[in-house]
């Protein structure tokens, strides 16, 4: 879920593209500080499960130094199979390339495919909390979701990660995550069986599981259990440990003596479900009473709906650093592109 050196014939090219972004060099003359082409290799799980495929598509950029121009997008696969895409933009076919001293707002011509959205070479600007040092632009394809009350994926992606990542996205260090759960329990209720219950449900119909129950880990998730107290909220998330750079490696969710009557138990489950959405870095809530991670009460759910399995997909699929608040939501009523 990262990006690769790009390849011998672009490393010329890549010099050129480390000037153009110096904020040092003078601004005046564009062909000094323009590139005809950006291309690397994007390491990731998402595929054509999860709407990325294969294919070359027209865009137009402009920049605030008045220029404008078309740009062909170009998606391949790369070697081995599976591992992820080559991402090439193209600026040579017409007009003029763009000056990467400025930033440049590219739009699809077919707004049902992919958004819009605005992008700053890397090395133009101080870098962000998160190291941003992707040589190209990346593409986010517009994609349909089940919920009434969002419009397309990203919308709810970006409704789901505002808080505390403010739309930057963060990873773990690896997959699955690991959870030290321990032993809890109120009475009849075994909180640590709920818990592990929740990985499962989660870990279900993935490829690689996002969760392991790991008793000795120096970093994931921990359960923190009160049984004295009666927290209200009865459950909750907290980030208490990060990294060199501010991401997260440790989350603990914290209960208490709440669900204690044997019909508490399902409660239980929801709740360890809804927390460990939170875990996924997804740390918002949703406004769809449907989702685990509903805002405006305790979850109704015990299981993720598809949309919200979509966004933490996604989430760590994207490379990192990467901003969403610069891509535009779906500029049509309801996103219906496939799949």
Same mark, same amino acid.
């Given at each position: 879920?990262?990006?690769?050196?790009?390849?011998?014939?672009?490393?010329?090219?890549?010099?050129?593209?480390?000037?153009?972004?110096?904020?040092?060099?003078?601004?005046?003359?564009?062909?000094?500080?323009?590139?005809?082409?950006?291309?690397?290799?994007?390491?990731?799980?998402?595929?054509?499960?999860?709407?990325?495929?294969?294919?070359?598509?027209?865009?137009?950029?402009?920049?605030?130094?008045?220029?404008?121009?078309?740009?062909?997008?170009?998606?391949?696969?790369?070697?081995?199979?599976?591992?992820?895409?080559?991402?090439?933009?193209?600026?040579?076919?017409?007009?003029?390339?763009?000056?990467?001293?400025?930033?440049?707002?590219?739009?699809?011509?077919?707004?049902?495919?992919?958004?819009?959205?605005?992008?700053?070479?890397?090395?133009?600007?101080?870098?962000?909390?998160?190291?941003?040092?992707?040589?190209?632009?990346?593409?986010?394809?517009?994609?349909?979701?089940? *919920?009434?009350?969002?419009?397309? !994926?990203? +919308?709810? %992606?970006?409704?789901?990660? =505002?808080?505390?990542? $403010?739309?930057?996205?963060?990873?773990?260090?690896?997959?699955?995550?690991?959870?030290?759960?321990?032993?809890? *329990?109120?009475?009849?209720?075994? !909180?640590? +069986?709920? %818990?592990?219950?929740?990985? =499962?449900?989660?870990? $279900?119909?993935?490829?690689?599981?996002?969760?392991?129950?790991?008793?000795?880990?120096?970093?994931?998730?921990?359960?923190?259990?009160?049984?004295?107290?009666?927290?209200?909220?009865?459950?909750?998330?907290?980030?208490?440990?990060?990294?060199?750079?501010?991401?997260?490696?440790?989350?603990?969710?914290?209960?208490?003596?709440?669900?204690?009557?044997?019909?508490?138990?399902?409660?239980?489950?929801?709740?360890?479900?809804?927390?460990?959405?939170?875990?996924?870095?997804?740390?918002?809530?949703?406004?769809?009473?449907?989702?685990?991670?509903?805002?405006?009460?305790?979850?109704?759910?015990?299981?993720?709906?598809?949309?919200?399995?979509?966004?933490?997909?996604?989430?760590?699929?994207?490379?990192?650093?990467?901003?969403?608040?610069?891509?535009?939501?779906?500029?049509?009523?309801?996103?219906?592109?496939?799949?």
């Amino acid at each position: 879920m990262n990006w690769k050196n790009l390849a011998v014939p672009f490393l010329a090219a890549g010099l050129t593209l480390l000037a153009g972004c110096s904020p040092e060099e003078d601004p005046v003359n564009p062909e000094v500080h323009s590139i005809p082409s950006l291309a690397a290799d994007w390491i990731t799980d998402l595929g054509p499960a999860q709407g990325v495929h294969e294919g070359r598509w027209e865009w137009t950029w402009n920049s605030p130094d008045s220029l404008s121009g078309q740009v062909f997008l170009e998606i391949s696969a790369i070697s081995p199979p599976n591992q992820g895409w080559k991402v090439v933009w193209d600026f040579q076919d017409k007009g003029t390339a763009p000056n990467l001293n400025y930033p440049i707002y590219l739009e699809p011509r077919d707004l049902s495919v992919w958004h819009a959205f605005h992008w700053t070479c890397p090395f133009a600007k101080p870098q962000g909390p998160i190291p941003m040092a992707l040589p190209v632009p990346v593409p986010m394809r517009c994609l349909p979701v089940q *919920s009434p009350d969002y419009g397309c !994926l990203l +919308e709810l %992606l970006q409704d789901l990660t =505002t808080p505390y990542f $403010d739309q930057i996205v963060t990873h773990w260090p690896s997959f699955p995550v690991p959870v030290r759960i321990g032993a809890a *329990s109120n009475g009849p209720v075994d !909180l640590a +069986e709920c %818990l592990t219950e929740a990985l =499962t449900i989660w870990n $279900d119909d993935e490829a690689i599981p996002w969760f392991k129950a790991e008793q000795d880990a120096s970093w994931g998730v921990q359960l923190i259990h009160f049984p004295e107290r009666n927290l209200n909220p009865s459950m909750a998330a907290k980030i208490t440990r990060l990294d060199s750079i501010g991401r997260p490696m440790r989350v603990q969710i914290l209960t208490g003596n709440n669900f204690h009557d044997p019909g508490d138990r399902p409660y239980a489950v929801r709740g360890f479900v809804h927390e460990l959405g939170h875990a996924l870095f997804l740390w918002g809530h949703s406004q769809d009473m449907f989702h685990c991670l509903w805002r405006r009460g305790p979850p109704l759910v015990s299981v993720p709906s598809q949309d919200e399995r979509k966004a933490a997909r996604w989430w760590h699929g994207l490379p990192e650093g990467l901003d969403l608040s610069n891509y535009q939501v779906c500029q049509i009523t309801r996103c219906v592109n496939a799949p």
